[in-house]
């Protein structure tokens, strides 16, 4: 296919569409995943599973093909549940990942489209902007102070220029970061066939990073290993000076050992992790990479970028000011709809407000997208502040594509967050005659620098008011020359045309989530480039308590510390380079830090912070890359619900180590306490390994669906260096095994005391008490939603498989167990609900206390 780069114009649909069959999509090919037998492997890797295929090796190997039998059947129990919940979790982050996917813009059948980057084809005119990812290696036709970062690809840390000179192509690749200016291009090559898709080819996948709490649970699961190993071969030794046979006691410390470690610990934080990320999905939060999640509960204080986080982001342009008058515009949104409207006795005169609009049309590259059948009403195509210029002057009669057309641009500064401002040059009615026109930050404009003509004092005056108010101001200058204009001495001499003032309306429930961060625990911090008046005035619409001082990018160059020492929790006139100093001053001090962002110079500090979120609605795709959690919708309070989702996960994590470990442990201690009391082998290997089966399985994992404790966001986030089993949980734990152990024990020596099958009773209430704890830590159904869950099922079907032994005498006979009478069954069932009532009752004190 010949691409036409001197003409461009973009490509016609019916055009886009064939190139899109002939060429696919835009996308690098992901690798295969792994087929069932690698997944199979990948589970008998696991380090408990091994100690369990050693121990069915020594049972062969010793002709013992009931406890063979058994330790076969848990193997591959355990292998099912764990390939299961990695299919499951490799096909909810396949559905994170599409979510997140990055967009594009682009020029088809003369209209401005916004694209899935997997949609751009060959012969497609991209249009770039600072902030863009670019979509596809393309060769560009127009540029403007056009810089970009291509680290990802060459390394080079430094952006690089992308002017264009004389006829030498200029070439951008895919992957690329547009970091300043803007401008345009042909694609020249998508997918497999751009330079990062060459790359990626030559990569082969990662295996992904365990998350910290998975790092924590390893290092808990050696731990425990050597504990229960060391156990294990006491109960071993002790039966040996008993006068069991080594076979038995070895095939018994073996099975042992693994009773005693939770080896379906892994399944359970992954299926928690996996479960919590499509949760957050359903409610408007991306997740990125499964860490986030975990690290969501830790959070302690949330950094939050005011324009479109704290406010809705559709900026509107309500006030004028001239040196002849205010004015106010009337309307919503960006709907150029509506009217200006004088106020008081000075009013704006026609002319300075003529003036002072097409001024605004001209110094600005936003435009309007119109209302159609995928959006209810008008959006803005750029900027939004720039948009909502472009409403406004709509609102006074002047068109902006008409005044673009008759005063076409001939050279321009760019905005940057550094100079605050934006000039423009454009050529007027005749070939010698052209316009100057600058916008941007009141104190910046109005030191009498750039502006030197009119009434300065007034406007500081007017711009100052304005701010308290909370409004966002913006002065606008302009001035005529008669030839060329000289960039290097156009911001100069300008004439003052007048203050626009912008508002971001703040969001509906931007005090409720204030209050919902105060209740948590979290810290909140406002943080923008706004006047400190207009921050204040923010912060006050919120219910944020601003404190005596609000800390200004000054204040922070002058040395004044960012953190929780200035006891700061609003920040004004912030550098992008400063949010990353204000992220590191607080983590300096032991917090854990969110930080949420949606412009490119966000995008450090976004990738600074534990936690970067970003706005996937009207964010720039950097700072979408540089995040860890994507909000959909650009609501602030998803945030609040991701923490609780963050929490929940912790808890059931911690939920179910204290009711796995406790029952290990209770198994330890029946076996090595039994013999003492007449008990000589309390429980056969295969007997243990069935109770691990029934009580580590499904029940363990349902854990990791349990919904979030009600009281989880009151209590406030943990300790970032708080252990696993940290807060009491390992007393907890170590009460609950011995009440399980307990138990048992007593049932086993009253059936011995009374010539009854002792073995069978302890096996009975040994594992039926273990699945009564369990739903003695059940928590409570959130309201409006089914009683019945999962963990319920789960442990019906273990109790069941529990109980049949007793009638189903090929299993019976395999696990070597006696037929029990309906008073034996009774008390053996009553007595197993002693723990878990006993759990119940304590919880339900706490909780009321």
């Known amino acids: 296919m010949t691409l036409d780069l001197k003409t461009p114009e973009g490509l016609t649909d019916a055009a886009a569409a064939a190139n899109l069959s002939e060429h696919g999509p835009n996308s690098i090919p992901q690798p295969a995943p792994p087929g069932v037998l690698p997944r199979v492997l990948g589970q008998l890797r696991d380090p408990m599973i091994l100690i369990l295929l050693a121990a069915a090796a020594l049972t062969a190997t010793l002709r013992d093909f009931t406890d063979l039998t058994v330790i076969l059947l848990v193997v591959t129990l355990n292998t099912t549940v764990g390939v299961i919940q990695e299919l499951r979790a490799e096909k909810a982050l396949s559905a994170l990942r599409q979510l997140a996917a990055p967009q594009a813009r682009v020029i088809r059948s003369g209209r401005t489209l916004v694209l ?70 042909i694609v ?101 990479s499964l860490p986030a999640v975990e690290t969501l509960g830790a959070v302690t204080v949330i950094a939050a970028d005011k324009t479109g986080t704290m406010t809705e982001g559709v900026m509107l342009a309500e006030r004028l000011w001239t040196e002849s008058g205010h004015s106010v515009a009337q309307g919503h949104g960006y709907a150029p709809d509506g009217s200006i409207e004088p106020v008081g006795q000075g009013s704006s005169s026609p002319a300075a407000m003529t003036r002072l609009l097409r001024d605004i049309v001209l110094c600005n590259d936003a435009d309007l997208r119109p209302p159609d059948a995928d959006h209810e009403s008008w959006l803005p195509l750029g900027d939004p502040t720039e948009a909502a210029l472009v409403t406004l002057a709509a609102k006074g009669g002047v068109v902006a594509a008409d005044h673009r057309k008759a005063h076409p641009r001939t050279a321009e500064i760019p905005f940057d967050s550094i100079r605050k401002r934006m000039t423009t040059v454009h050529q007027l009615t005749g070939r010698d005659r052209f316009l100057v026109v600058c916008k941007g930050a009141p104190d910046v404009l ?62 509906h429930n931007a005090a409720e989530v204030v209050a919902a961060f105060g209740n948590a625990g979290v810290s909140l911090l406002l943080i923008t480039g706004d006047a400190p008046g207009t921050a204040r005035a923010v912060a006050d619409r919120i219910g944020l308590d601003p404190g005596d001082h609000v800390v200004t990018g000054t204040d922070i160059d002058d040395g004044l510390d960012p953190g929780p020492a200035s006891q700061a929790r609003v920040y004004a006139r912030i550098r992008p380079e400063q949010k990353l100093d204000i992220v590191r001053a607080w983590q300096a001090e032991g917090q854990v830090v969110a930080m949420t962002g949606d412009g490119v110079n966000d995008a450090p500090a976004l990738r600074r912070a534990d936690i970067g979120v970003a706005m996937g609605k009207d964010g720039t795709e950097v700072a979408r890359q540089a995040a860890d959690l994507v909000l959909t919708n650009d609501d602030l309070g998803t945030v609040v619900t991701a923490i609780e989702e963050g929490r929940r996960i912790h808890g059931n994590v911690r939920t179910f180590l204290r009711y796995a470990l406790s029952g290990g442990a209770a198994e330890v201690v029946v076996m090595l306490v039994g013999p003492l009391l007449g008990l000589t082998v309390p429980l056969l290997p295969a007997q243990i390994l069935w109770i691990n089966m029934l009580t580590h399985g499904l029940p363990g994992v349902a854990l990791g669906a349990e919904p979030a404790d009600p009281k989880a966001m009151s209590r406030g986030p943990r300790a970032p260096d708080e252990h696993v089993l940290g807060g009491g949980l390992w007393q907890r ?66 109790g069941i498989a529990q109980l049949l032994p007793l009638v189903f005498a090929p299993l019976r006979e395999l696990l070597g167990l006696e037929t029990l009478t309906l008073t034996q069954l009774g008390v053996a069932l009553i007595v197993a609900a002693v723990p878990g009532l006993v759990v119940r009752v304590l919880r339900r004190f706490r909780s009321r206390g």
């Open 188 to 288: 020249t090559r998508t997918g497999p066939d751009s330079a990062l898709g060459q790359i990626a080819a030559l990569l082969s996948a990662q295996r992904p990073r365990p998350t910290p709490l998975q790092r924590r649970l390893r290092s808990l699961s050696r731990t425990l290993t050597i504990t229960a190993l060391t156990l294990s071969a006491l109960v071993g030794v002790s039966g040996l000076l008993r006068g069991r046979s080594v076979s038995e006691m070895l095939v018994t410390a073996v099975s042992l050992t693994v009773a005693a470690v939770p080896e379906s610990l892994p399944a359970v934080v992954m299926l928690a992790l996996a479960l919590g990320a499509h949760r957050m999905a359903k409610k408007a939060a991306v997740v990125r």
């Open 116 to 185: 899935a980057a997997d949609e751009v084809v060959p012969g497609d005119l991209a249009l770039l902007e600072a902030g863009d990812v670019v979509p596809a290696d393309l060769q560009l036709v127009t540029a403007s102070r056009l810089q970009a970062d291509e680290a990802a690809l060459t390394g080079e840390s430094v952006p690089v220029d992308k002017e264009l000179r004389d006829d030498t192509p200029i070439e951008m690749s895919a992957g690329t970061v547009v970091t300043n200016g803007r401008g345009s291009g």
């Open 733 to 798: 734990i170590a009460w609950t095994g011995g009440l399980i152990s307990l138990v048992a024990i007593a049932a086993g020596v009253w059936a011995e005391r009374t010539d009854g099958p002792w073995q069978t009773m302890t096996f009975i209430v040994l594992g039926m008490a273990q699945l009564g704890v369990v739903m003695a830590l059940r928590r409570p159904a959130s309201p409006g939603t089914s009683r019945v869950r999962f963990l319920d099922l789960a442990v019906a079907g273990a």
């Open 446 to 507: 109005l030191d009498g620098q750039i502006i030197q003509y009119g009434d300065l004092d007034a406007a500081r005056a007017v711009a100052a008011d304005l701010a308290r108010q909370g409004l966002r101001v913006l002065a606008v200058a302009d001035r005529e020359e008669q030839s060329d204009v000289d960039l290097a001495h156009a911001e100069s001499g300008l004439h003052l045309a007048g203050l626009i003032a912008i508002t971001d309306p703040v969001r």
